[in-house]
C-alpha cells in the first residue's frame, strides 16, 4: 500500500508545479498584453527643442547598446511626467543600473531645477551610468552613490518628493522604513517591478495597510502618496 502512495504524490506534485507555472504564465503574458495595448494608443516621445532631441538620443542609445534591466520606453516617460508635474526638487532612486530612468528624470528636473540622487552598488554599471549622464550634460543635477543603498541612504537628510524604488525586490521594506520619515507630504513612493510574480508581499502589506498612504498599482508601477 505504501508503495502505491508514492507515484501518486509525485504525480499531485507535478500537477501543482504545472498548475502555478501556468498561472505565473498567464499573469505576466496578461500583464505584457496590457501593456502592449497601453502603448499603442501612445506617440512620440516628440522632442519640444535641440536639447530634448539630443537627450532621446542618447536615451534611444542606452536601451539598444547599454540595456541592464532598464525600465521600459513607457515608464521612463511616466516617471518625467511625474516628476515635472508636480515640480519636484529633490528625487532619490535605488537601482541607477546604465542610467536611463535616471535620464528620464534629468529630463523633467532640468525644467524644474531639481536634483537626483541615485544609487548603485555594481561599480561597472555605475561607470557607464556616470558617463551617460555627462554625455546628456546631467552631471550638475544627478549625483551618483555607488554602494549598497541600503546603508548609503542613512546619509540622507533633505525632504524627498520622489522615491523610487527599482533595486532589490526583497529590500524595498528596509528603503521604505529608511526613507518614509523624508518624504515630504504630498510625496510619492515609486516602486518597479510590482506585479502578482514579483512583488514583495511584505512591501505590499506595507503600503496598502498604512492609512497615511494611498496606493494604486497600474503597469507594474506601485504609485503611493504619503498624504498631507
Ligand atoms: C532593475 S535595475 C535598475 C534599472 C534602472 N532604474 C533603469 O531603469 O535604468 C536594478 C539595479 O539595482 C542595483 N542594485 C541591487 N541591489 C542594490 C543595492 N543594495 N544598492 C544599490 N544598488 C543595488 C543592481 O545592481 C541593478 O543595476
Given amino acids: 500500500m505504501k508503495q502505491m502512495k508514492k507515484p501518486s504524490i509525485i504525480m499531485a506534485g507535478t500537477l501543482i508545479t504545472i498548475f502555478a507555472l501556468f498561472i505565473s504564465l498567464n499573469l505576466s503574458e496578461r500583464l505584457f498584453a496590457d501593456r502592449q495595448e497601453d502603448a499603442r494608443l501612445e506617440k512620440g516621445p516628440l522632442p519640444k527643442d535641440e536639447n530634448e532631441k539630443k537627450v532621446l538620443a542618447i536615451l534611444e542609445d542606452i536601451l539598444e547598446n547599454q540595456s541592464f534591466r532598464n525600465v521600459p520606453l513607457h515608464d521612463g516617460r ?42 548603485e552598488i555594481d ?45 532589490d525586490k526583497s529590500g524595498y521594506v528596509d528603503y521604505l522604513n529608511k526613507l518614509m520619515p523624508l518624504i515630504r507630504p504630498g510625496g510619492l513612493i515609486l516602486a518597479h517591478n510590482i506585479n502578482p510574480r514579483m512583488a514583495d508581499p511584505d512591501y505590499m502589506k506595507a503600503i496598502t495597510t498604512n492609512p497615511k498612504l494611498e496606493t494604486v498599482v497600474r503597469g507594474g508601477m506601485g504609485i503611493t502618496i504619503k498624504k498631507h
Fill in 123 to 167: 561599480p561597472e554599471r555605475a561607470a557607464t551610468a556616470q558617463e551617460n549622464f555627462k554625455r546628456a550634460g546631467m552631471s550638475k543635477i544627478i549625483t551618483l552613490v555607488l554602494g549598497d543603498a541600503h546603508e548609503k541612504v542613512t546619509e540622507l537628510k533633505e525632504p524627498i518628493d520622489i522615491l523610487f524604488l527599482d533595486a
Fill in 78 to 119: 511616466l516617471l518625467r511626467i511625474m516628476t515635472e508635474s508636480m515640480h519636484a526638487k529633490n528625487v532619490v532612486e535605488i537601482g541607477t543600473s546604465t542610467g536611463y530612468s535616471g535620464i528620464w528624470f534629468g529630463l523633467a528636473l532640468q525644467q524644474t531645477g531639481g536634483k537626483l540622487t541615485t544609487y
